[in-house]
């Protein structure tokens, strides 16, 4: 059974860090590019962040870069984001997801998905 779970969410104010992590079970880890998406109440999910776990390519949002940072342990299976400089308006759901191959940051590319983690940034 494929499973993702996200862990490391909270609330934090603004200019602080969190780390999101996204531990994989039941596919072939190094076969797949993992993503971080997020989602706020009446808009769409946004592609954040992704990493090819086989070459390491790594693909970032205008929004996030030279904030967020995506890394894996592939000997742990897990992916993490490293989320620095944070403002009011990263305050989302965040999701991480599975597609087998290529580095893709559409949503309705992704095979699989976690369930999803509570990021609250304060003023």
């Known amino acids: 059974e494929v499973q993702l779970v996200e862990s490391g969410g909270g609330l934090v104010q603004a200019g602080g860090s969190l780390r999101l992590s996204c531990a994989a079970s039941?596919?072939?880890?190094?076969?797949?590019?993992i993503g971080w998406f997020r989602q706020t109440p009446g808009k769409e999910r946004e592609g954040v962040s992704c990493?090819?776990?086989?070459?390491?390519?790594?693909y970032y949002a205008d929004s996030v870069k030279g904030r967020f940072t995506i890394s894996s342990d592939n000997a742990k299976n897990t992916v993490y984001l490293q989320m620095n400089s944070m403002k009011p308006e990263d305050t989302a759901v965040y999701y991480c997801a599975a597609v087998r191959g290529v580095l893709v940051i559409y949503a309705d590319e992704y095979d699989y998905w976690g369930q999803g983690t509570q990021v609250t940034v304060s003023s």
């Open positions: 039941g596919f072939t880890f190094g076969d797949y590019t």
């Open positions: 990493i090819s776990t086989s070459d390491g390519s790594r």
